[in-house]
């Protein structure tokens, strides 16, 4: 062998113990010293076979042993004591085979790792072998054919090493690669690299699939990696990138992308510089985010938030917080929003104190939800405060609500229900003028009553108006008034009837509270719990109540 000096293994046992083969075997391990000619000698450059044993029992990271033909165990290092647990008693003179899994065993692979190392010279594999004590610890093999002068097979030389660690940091790595892959794809964020010597870009998968781009067709250049970049932006971008990789800085910016089907993609992206052992920069590292869907998610949070703003106000506008001077009047309000509660509800009430000590109500409800229906209610709202204050009886006050809902309704389908009442100065004496509205209750000395007035239309229904009555009420001196919207009305009488709740149903629920409710908040909150288990969820339709009551004195 040239430039190489060459020694003879003797693989009889050292310890004694007979090896079965140790005569054939005695000159057939040939071991070369690098750089010392062949047939060179003298004692600083011959390398003896007593050295080489040493050097092989020595070894602890490695086991190195020797197979007869048949494949059983001629020799043993402490490397493989280590390794595999057995000790050369134990295990000289044993076929090889029992290092495998039994499964494998069963297969046949150890004799066909010796008969492709003796058919091709070598075998080198890994897989998972089995120790003295049964636990698997994974290994690198590495099988050589030993063959003598006439080309006879007299036994292998095998090498094994434990890479269990590196095994488990490989799959600990592809592990995080995979979960990087699966981050990068929920985050929609790719990643690039640019090399500055060879200005090849590599991308990853989800960098790929972002710019709509096939991995097998891209360049790789740096001039690829611009051109789904948006024309406009396309000189920027390219600046940016270039500037960090000349000057070393980080970068940051805004990318619009078209992908090859014309669809246009918004991307966050940022990345730094990677030097080189000189200092000098190499690489450009950065991420590329597709914010497309989060932008517009912002954009419709932006517009929520300005519609809920509008809601609000328009619902303060509907439903104000009342209250009235009079300490002998208690005024309490109720609303509740129905199933539909996305939607901007067009209930509406409103109290006003007038001068002569009279006190005049309102309750209404427009047809339908949203911000259209609810700037009728406050217009109509705004007007009736008007139309009191100037006077107006209750006719003229509703055709004069009806013209202003003719006038300002964005359809000629909406339509606007009305109670309107007086209470006298006195407060023996109550007004009611209904236009298409459920009538209120009176409750008086226990009893409780739907009120018998004048009814006319909705406002809006008719073309040529109509002439509203109203109807007085001598209410004594102890009374309450419930005043409400159809919403408390309409629900089911029970879970998965047909039948509507009703007034008549309404009537003996508010007679119920009356003997269990402390006081008139308790009255009005027992009342919506009555309803709406009766209905056996929340209500299809919004509700409203406005409660007025005159107890007696000291109560």
């Known amino acids: 062998m040239p430039g190489a000096a060459c020694a003879w293994v003797d693989t009889a046992d050292r310890r004694g113990a007979a090896c079965p083969y140790a005569d054939q075997a005695r000159t057939s391990v ?28 020595g070894v602890k990271d490695y086991a190195i042993f020797l197979l007869d033909p048949e494949g059983r165990v001629a020799s043993w290092n402490a490397g493989a004591e280590r390794i595999k647990g057995y000790r050369a008693a134990e295990i000289l003179g044993q076929h090889y085979g029992r290092f495998f899994e039994p499964h494998d065993a069963a297969a046949g692979k150890p004799a066909r790792a010796l008969a492709r190392a003796a058919r091709e ?15 698997r610890f994974y290994a690198h093999v590495t099988i050589n054919a030993l ?13 094994t090493r434990d890479v269990t660690a590196e095994q488990e940091a490989e799959r600990t790595l592809r592990e995080r690669e995979h979960q990087l892959v699966e981050a990068q794809a929920v985050a929609q964020m790719g990643s690039f690299e640019w090399d500055l010597t060879t200005d090849q870009v590599a991308c990853s998968a989800e960098l790929h699939r972002i710019y709509g781009l096939d991995p097998d067709t891209f360049a790789g250049t740096f001039a690829a990696f611009l051109r789904p970049v948006h024309p406009d932006d396309r000189a920027v971008v390219a600046n940016a990138i270039r500037r960090a990789g000349r000057e070393g800085t980080p970068f940051r910016m805004q990318v619009r992308i078209v992908r090859p089907d014309g669809d246009l993609r918004l991307l966050s992206s940022w990345g730094d510089v990677v030097r080189d052992e000189r200092g000098q920069p190499s690489r450009v590292l950065g991420v590329c985010q597709d914010v497309t869907a989060s932008l517009q998610r912002e954009e419709q949070l932006a517009e929520a938030r300005a519609q809920a703003e509008l809601s609000r106000r328009l619902q303060n506008g509907l439903l104000p917080s009342l209250s009235l001077r009079d300490p002998a009047l208690l005024l309490r309000t109720r609303y509740r929003a129905g199933q539909e509660r996305a939607l901007l509800g067009a209930d509406f009430f409103d109290a006003l104190e007038l001068s002569d000590g009279s006190v005049a109500l309102l309750i209404g409800d427009v047809a339908g939800h949203g911000p259209d229906e609810a700037a009728v209610g406050v217009a109509l709202r705004a007007a009736w ?34 109670c309107c009442a007086w209470i006298s100065p006195d407060r023996g004496r109550v007004t009611v003028a209904l236009a298409g509205h459920p009538p209120p209750l009176l409750v008086r000395a226990g009893a409780v009553q739907a009120v018998d007035v004048p009814g006319g239309p909705a406002l809006g229904v008719l073309d040529d108006g109509y ?24 629900g089911r009488l029970a879970p998965g009837a047909v039948e509507r709740f009703g007034i008549e149903e309404l009537v003996e629920a508010v007679r119920g509270q009356l003997a269990v409710a402390a006081g008139l908040d308790g009255l009005l909150d027992g009342l919506l719990g009555v309803v709406q288990a009766a209905n056996g969820a929340d209500l299809s339709d919004d509700v409203a109540i406005l409660c007025v009551s005159h107890p007696e004195p000291g109560r």
Not at 121 to 135: C, H, L, Q
């Open 30 to 57: 040939p071991v070369t010293s690098p750089g010392v000619a062949a047939g060179q000698t003298g004692g600083a450059a011959q390398v003896t076979a007593e050295q080489f044993r040493l050097l092989v029992e």
């Open 121 to 135: 010279g070598r075998y080198a594999g890994r897989g998972w072998r089995v120790r003295k004590d049964g636990s």
């Open 147 to 159: 063959f003598d002068e006439t080309g006879q097979l007299k036994g292998f030389a095998k090498i």
């Open 385 to 418: 405060r008007a139309l009191v204050l100037a006077g107006h009886d209750p006719g003229d006050l509703l055709d004069g609500l009806d013209k202003v809902l003719v006038h300002d309704r964005p359809s000629e389908e909406m339509f606007t229900t009305v």
């Open 467 to 490: 002439p509203w009555e109203a109807g007085v009420l001598e209410v004594g001196d102890a009374w309450t008034l419930l005043c409400y919207t159809d919403g408390l009305i309409e």
